[in-house]
T-cell receptor, first 116, second 113 residues
Framework: AQSVAQPEDQVNVAEGNPLTVKCTYSVSGNPYLFWYVQYPNRGLQFLLKYITGDNLVKGSYGFEAEFNKSQTSFHLKKPSALVSDSALYFCAVSSRYGGSQGNLIFGKGTKLSVKP | ETGVTQSPTHLIKTRGQQVTLRCSSQSGHNTVSWYQQALGQGPQFIFQYYREEENGRGNFPPRFSGLQFPNYSSELNVNALELDDSALYLC????????????FGPGTRLLVL
């Protein structure tokens, strides 16, 4: 069965420091991997995706993520955190097949808190 | 903004009632998916429509049904509402040829009493 694990319920970072939000996945074959961000009372905003190619993916708002096939991980990173980055972050995986197998499986989310 | 809109933003229903939630996506986004996000959880896939046909379904009972229309709008219908149906319902659309990249609307928060 496909699954996504975000092992940290919350990550606390000081403004200006680097941040990492962890994600590991389990899916058959080569996956598509995504990060979304959710602000309070809002829908999900797309940050970045890994389809194929370079293991380091750059996305919106200065975020990037590193795909590690051997560790089945796709950690989200940012070199310098901003207070405005505080939000709920979701990692998601999709298989490369269509139908119900091709839709997004989400982790439970990690709350990122950036303090001034 | 993603160009995906949902209505209403909030809704209160009582157990046993029926509800219809609506979604409107951008021109060319002919795949729409619906997700249920319970409080404190990640979104869970309900079903997907492609060119007005159901194209996949998650682990939700038949009382969850949907429609997709030629004008890039869609509906989620839930019959015989249960207390556990209280959640944020998210609609997501994808551009033709890029079905894996989904753009989400702001959601409809449903409370079942």
């Amino acid at each position: 069965a496909q699954s996504v694990a975000q092992p940290e319920d919350q990550v606390n970072v000081a403004e200006g420091n680097p941040l990492t939000v962890k994600c590991t996945y389990s899916v058959s074959g080569n996956p598509y991997l995504f990060w979304y961000v959710q602000y309070p009372n809002r829908g999900l905003q797309f940050l970045l995706k890994y389809i194929t190619g370079d293991n380091l993916v750059k996305g919106s708002y200065g975020f990037e993520a590193e795909f590690n096939k051997s560790q089945t991980s796709f950690h989200l990173k940012k070199p310098s955190a901003l207070v405005s980055d505080s939000a709920l972050y979701f990692c998601a995986v999709s298989s490369r097949y269509g139908g119900s197998q091709g839709n997004l499986i989400f982790g439970k989310g990690t709350k990122l808190s950036v303090k001034p | 903004e993603t160009g995906v809109t949902q209505s209403p933003t909030h809704l209160i229903k009582t157990r046993g009632q029926q509800v219809t939630l609506r979604c409107s996506s951008q021109s060319g986004h002919n795949t729409v998916s619906w997700y249920q996000q319970a409080l404190g959880q990640g979104p869970q896939f309900i079903f997907q429509y492609y060119r007005e046909e159901e194209n996949g379904r998650g682990n939700f009972p038949p009382r969850f049904s949907g429609l997709q229309f030629p004008n890039y709008s869609s509906e989620l219908n839930v019959n015989a509402l249960e207390l556990d149906d209280s959640a944020l319902y998210l609609c997501a659309s994808s551009l033709e040829g890029q079905p894996k990249t989904q753009y989400f609307g702001p959601g409809t928060r449903l409370l079942v009493l």
